[in-house]
Protein backbone atom coordinates (compact mmCIF):
# COMPACT_ATOMS: atom_id res chain seq x y z
CA UNK A 1 0.00 0.00 0.00
CA UNK A 2 1.22 3.38 -1.03
CA UNK A 3 1.36 5.37 2.73
CA UNK A 4 0.22 9.07 2.65
CA UNK A 5 3.25 10.79 2.74
CA UNK A 6 4.82 14.33 4.33
CA UNK A 7 7.58 15.88 2.91
CA UNK A 8 9.84 18.75 3.41
CA UNK A 9 12.95 20.33 2.06
CA UNK A 10 14.70 20.38 -1.97
CA UNK A 11 13.22 17.38 -4.19
CA UNK A 12 16.59 17.18 -5.35
CA UNK A 13 18.26 16.77 -2.09
CA UNK A 14 19.71 13.89 -0.31
CA UNK A 15 16.76 11.95 1.14
CA UNK A 16 15.80 10.70 4.49
CA UNK A 17 13.17 9.17 5.38
CA UNK A 18 11.84 9.27 9.19
CA UNK A 19 9.13 6.59 10.62
CA UNK A 20 7.05 7.97 13.48
CA UNK A 21 5.80 5.39 16.46
CA UNK A 22 2.61 3.87 17.27
CA UNK A 23 -0.39 6.34 17.87
CA UNK A 24 1.91 9.41 16.39
CA UNK A 25 1.96 10.50 12.80
CA UNK A 26 4.36 11.64 10.30
CA UNK A 27 4.01 15.37 10.65
CA UNK A 28 5.84 14.24 14.36
CA UNK A 29 8.56 15.31 12.22
CA UNK A 30 8.25 18.92 10.63
CA UNK A 31 10.12 20.51 13.15
CA UNK A 32 13.07 18.65 13.23
CA UNK A 33 13.19 18.78 8.90
CA UNK A 34 12.02 22.01 9.05
CA UNK A 35 15.13 23.34 11.50
CA UNK A 36 17.73 21.01 11.72
CA UNK A 37 17.58 18.66 8.25
CA UNK A 38 17.31 21.72 5.51
CA UNK A 39 19.89 19.60 3.34
CA UNK A 40 17.60 16.55 3.03
CA UNK A 41 14.25 15.73 1.13
CA UNK A 42 12.73 14.45 4.27
CA UNK A 43 10.10 12.02 4.05
CA UNK A 44 7.70 10.99 6.78
CA UNK A 45 4.97 8.12 5.52
CA UNK A 46 1.80 7.99 7.95
CA UNK A 47 2.01 4.55 8.99
CA UNK A 48 -0.25 1.83 8.24
CA UNK A 49 -3.18 2.19 10.16
CA UNK A 50 -2.65 5.89 11.44
CA UNK A 51 -3.28 9.36 10.00
CA UNK A 52 -4.06 9.58 6.58
CA UNK A 53 -3.29 6.77 5.56
CA UNK A 54 -5.01 3.35 5.16
CA UNK A 55 -6.80 1.90 8.63
CA UNK A 56 -7.42 -1.30 6.85
CA UNK A 57 -5.52 -4.48 8.30
CA UNK A 58 -2.94 -6.62 8.48
CA UNK A 59 -0.71 -4.31 10.53
CA UNK A 60 2.13 -6.68 11.15
CA UNK A 61 5.86 -5.92 10.44
CA UNK A 62 5.61 -7.83 6.75
CA UNK A 63 2.81 -5.29 5.88
CA UNK A 64 4.82 -2.52 7.26
CA UNK A 65 7.70 -3.33 5.50
CA UNK A 66 5.99 -3.76 1.74
CA UNK A 67 3.97 -0.48 2.73
CA UNK A 68 7.62 1.68 3.06
CA UNK A 69 9.23 0.13 -0.20
CA UNK A 70 6.33 0.57 -1.98
CA UNK A 71 5.84 4.11 -1.20
CA UNK A 72 9.59 4.99 -0.94
CA UNK A 73 9.55 3.02 -4.73
CA UNK A 74 6.73 5.74 -5.68
CA UNK A 75 8.78 8.54 -4.22
CA UNK A 76 11.92 7.37 -6.23
CA UNK A 77 13.91 6.66 -3.46
CA UNK A 78 16.23 3.84 -4.12
CA UNK A 79 18.58 4.35 -0.75
CA UNK A 80 18.55 6.56 2.21
CA UNK A 81 19.33 6.91 5.98
CA UNK A 82 16.60 5.73 8.29
CA UNK A 83 15.40 7.69 11.12
CA UNK A 84 12.89 6.10 13.33
CA UNK A 85 11.44 6.59 16.59
CA UNK A 86 9.61 4.02 18.93
CA UNK A 87 8.10 1.39 16.64
CA UNK A 88 9.50 3.37 13.96
CA UNK A 89 12.97 2.45 15.16
CA UNK A 90 12.05 -1.11 15.59
CA UNK A 91 10.46 -0.90 11.80
CA UNK A 92 13.71 1.06 10.87
CA UNK A 93 15.77 -2.36 11.98
CA UNK A 94 13.42 -4.70 10.54
CA UNK A 95 13.56 -2.78 7.13
CA UNK A 96 17.63 -2.74 7.51
CA UNK A 97 17.93 -6.63 7.96
CA UNK A 98 15.64 -7.68 4.93
CA UNK A 99 16.59 -5.20 2.25
CA UNK A 100 20.26 -3.73 3.30
CA UNK A 101 21.06 -1.78 -0.02
CA UNK A 102 17.99 0.57 0.45
CA UNK A 103 19.29 1.83 3.91
CA UNK A 104 22.62 3.60 4.24
CA UNK A 105 22.40 3.88 8.09
CA UNK A 106 19.94 3.85 11.10
CA UNK A 107 19.22 6.33 13.06
CA UNK A 108 17.29 5.24 16.28
CA UNK A 109 15.76 7.69 18.70
CA UNK A 110 14.50 5.59 21.65
CA UNK A 111 13.39 2.75 19.60
CA UNK A 112 11.44 -0.13 21.09
CA UNK A 113 13.50 -3.14 20.49
CA UNK A 114 12.38 -5.48 22.32
CA UNK A 115 9.22 -4.52 24.63
CA UNK A 116 8.86 -7.74 27.08
CA UNK A 117 5.82 -9.60 26.16
CA UNK A 118 3.81 -8.30 30.01
CA UNK A 119 4.95 -4.90 29.24
CA UNK A 120 3.41 -4.87 25.31
CA UNK A 121 0.34 -6.55 26.80
CA UNK A 122 0.34 -3.81 29.04
CA UNK A 123 0.25 -1.49 26.95
CA UNK A 124 -1.24 -2.91 24.67
CA UNK A 125 -4.78 -2.86 27.54
CA UNK A 126 -4.22 0.48 27.66
CA UNK A 127 -4.77 1.71 24.38
CA UNK A 128 -7.85 -0.30 24.19
CA UNK A 129 -10.20 1.83 25.73
CA UNK A 130 -11.31 5.00 23.26
CA UNK A 131 -9.99 7.96 24.35
CA UNK A 132 -11.40 11.32 24.19
CA UNK A 133 -11.99 14.94 24.61
CA UNK A 134 -13.90 17.89 24.66
CA UNK A 135 -11.62 20.11 23.16
CA UNK A 136 -8.26 20.23 21.70
CA UNK A 137 -6.95 22.42 24.33
CA UNK A 138 -8.32 19.23 26.40
CA UNK A 139 -6.01 16.59 24.42
CA UNK A 140 -3.13 18.64 24.69
CA UNK A 141 -4.06 18.98 28.66
CA UNK A 142 -4.15 15.34 28.95
CA UNK A 143 -0.60 14.76 26.77
CA UNK A 144 1.13 16.74 28.94
CA UNK A 145 0.05 14.83 32.08
CA UNK A 146 1.35 12.26 29.93
CA UNK A 147 4.80 13.39 29.08
CA UNK A 148 7.26 14.39 31.90
CA UNK A 149 8.25 17.77 33.21
CA UNK A 150 10.25 18.45 29.74
CA UNK A 151 7.72 17.87 28.00
CA UNK A 152 6.82 21.46 26.27
CA UNK A 153 3.36 22.72 26.24
CA UNK A 154 4.35 24.77 23.51
CA UNK A 155 5.05 22.25 21.24
CA UNK A 156 2.39 20.19 21.89
CA UNK A 157 0.08 23.27 21.33
CA UNK A 158 1.33 23.70 17.64
CA UNK A 159 1.68 19.60 17.02
CA UNK A 160 -1.17 18.01 18.54
CA UNK A 161 -4.17 19.87 16.60
CA UNK A 162 -3.04 18.55 13.14
CA UNK A 163 -2.96 14.73 15.11
CA UNK A 164 -7.16 15.53 15.87
CA UNK A 165 -10.12 14.81 14.24
CA UNK A 166 -13.47 15.97 15.75
CA UNK A 167 -15.91 13.00 15.49
CA UNK A 168 -20.05 12.94 14.75
CA UNK A 169 -19.93 12.99 18.59
CA UNK A 170 -18.04 16.37 18.72
CA UNK A 171 -15.79 14.95 20.48
CA UNK A 172 -11.62 15.01 19.27
CA UNK A 173 -10.17 11.79 18.84
CA UNK A 174 -6.01 11.16 17.91
CA UNK A 175 -6.33 10.17 13.96
CA UNK A 176 -5.12 6.27 14.82
CA UNK A 177 -6.72 3.11 14.65
CA UNK A 178 -6.35 1.33 18.34
CA UNK A 179 -6.81 -1.86 16.62
CA UNK A 180 -3.31 -1.05 14.99
CA UNK A 181 -1.42 0.16 17.36
CA UNK A 182 -2.99 -3.16 19.81
CA UNK A 183 -1.36 -5.26 16.79
CA UNK A 184 1.94 -3.36 16.90
CA UNK A 185 2.66 -3.89 20.36
CA UNK A 186 2.29 -8.04 19.56
CA UNK A 187 5.00 -7.44 16.56
CA UNK A 188 6.98 -5.35 19.41
CA UNK A 189 7.23 -8.69 21.61
CA UNK A 190 9.36 -9.97 18.94
CA UNK A 191 12.70 -10.32 19.01
CA UNK A 192 14.61 -7.88 16.25
CA UNK A 193 16.94 -9.15 13.52
CA UNK A 194 19.87 -7.69 15.04
CA UNK A 195 22.14 -10.09 13.90
CA UNK A 196 21.25 -9.34 10.19
CA UNK A 197 21.71 -5.60 10.15
CA UNK A 198 25.26 -4.73 9.06
CA UNK A 199 24.91 -0.37 8.52
CA UNK A 200 26.41 1.83 10.66
CA UNK A 201 23.98 3.14 13.35
CA UNK A 202 22.88 5.88 15.67
CA UNK A 203 20.93 4.97 19.33
CA UNK A 204 19.70 8.38 20.97
CA UNK A 205 17.90 6.84 24.24
CA UNK A 206 16.31 9.15 26.81
CA UNK A 207 17.79 8.99 30.24
CA UNK A 208 13.95 8.32 31.67
CA UNK A 209 12.61 5.80 29.19
CA UNK A 210 10.32 3.36 30.21
CA UNK A 211 10.60 1.54 26.35
CA UNK A 212 14.95 1.35 26.24
CA UNK A 213 16.21 0.35 29.88
CA UNK A 214 19.81 0.58 30.12
CA UNK A 215 19.97 -3.35 30.18
CA UNK A 216 18.33 -3.87 26.54
CA UNK A 217 21.15 -0.95 25.35
CA UNK A 218 23.91 -3.65 26.68
CA UNK A 219 22.84 -6.20 24.98
CA UNK A 220 21.87 -3.99 21.61
CA UNK A 221 25.95 -2.95 21.88
CA UNK A 222 26.90 -6.25 22.72
CA UNK A 223 24.82 -7.52 19.09
CA UNK A 224 25.84 -4.17 17.54
CA UNK A 225 29.51 -3.04 18.79
CA UNK A 226 29.97 -0.97 16.27
CA UNK A 227 26.26 1.30 17.29
CA UNK A 228 26.94 4.76 18.57
CA UNK A 229 25.16 5.70 21.73
CA UNK A 230 23.64 9.18 22.59
CA UNK A 231 21.74 9.73 25.94
CA UNK A 232 19.94 12.63 26.03
CA UNK A 233 17.45 13.91 28.89
CA UNK A 234 13.61 13.44 29.65
CA UNK A 235 11.51 11.02 28.56
CA UNK A 236 10.75 8.55 25.11
CA UNK A 237 9.28 11.24 22.89
CA UNK A 238 12.93 12.89 22.14
CA UNK A 239 11.80 14.97 19.83
CA UNK A 240 9.56 16.70 22.17
CA UNK A 241 11.55 16.77 25.27
CA UNK A 242 15.40 16.96 24.34
CA UNK A 243 14.98 18.54 20.72
CA UNK A 244 17.76 20.27 20.90
CA UNK A 245 20.31 17.39 22.35
CA UNK A 246 18.63 14.64 19.65
CA UNK A 247 19.14 17.14 16.98
CA UNK A 248 22.85 17.92 17.37
CA UNK A 249 23.71 13.72 17.69
CA UNK A 250 21.20 13.39 14.57
CA UNK A 251 22.76 16.09 12.38
CA UNK A 252 26.51 15.07 13.44
CA UNK A 253 25.79 11.34 12.78
CA UNK A 254 24.34 11.66 9.22
CA UNK A 255 27.30 14.66 8.43
CA UNK A 256 29.74 11.45 8.87
CA UNK A 257 27.24 8.57 7.80
CA UNK A 258 25.61 10.66 4.68
CA UNK A 259 28.42 13.18 4.28
CA UNK A 260 25.83 15.98 4.44
CA UNK A 261 27.42 18.85 6.73
CA UNK A 262 24.90 19.84 9.68
CA UNK A 263 22.12 22.80 8.41
CA UNK A 264 22.56 26.19 9.93
CA UNK A 265 20.34 26.83 13.17
Not at 18 to 38: I, K, M, N, P, S
Not at 180 to 203: D, F, H, M, Q, T
Not at 207 to 215: G, I, N, R
Request: glycine share 6%; hydrophobic share 45%.
Amino acid sequence: MRLNLHEWGDPAAPPLVCLHGVTADGARFQRLAEERLARFRVLAPDLRGHGFSDWEPPWDLDTHVGDLLETLDSAGVERSPILGHSFGGRLALELAARQPERVECLLLLDPAIWVPPPIALDRADRIRPDTSFRSVAAAVEWRLGQGTARTPRRVLEEELPSHLEQGDDSRWRFRFSRSAVVAAYGELAKPPPLERVSVPILLVRAADSEVVPEVLVDVFVASLPAAEVVVVPGGHVVMWDAFDEAADAIQAFLARCAGVPPAPV
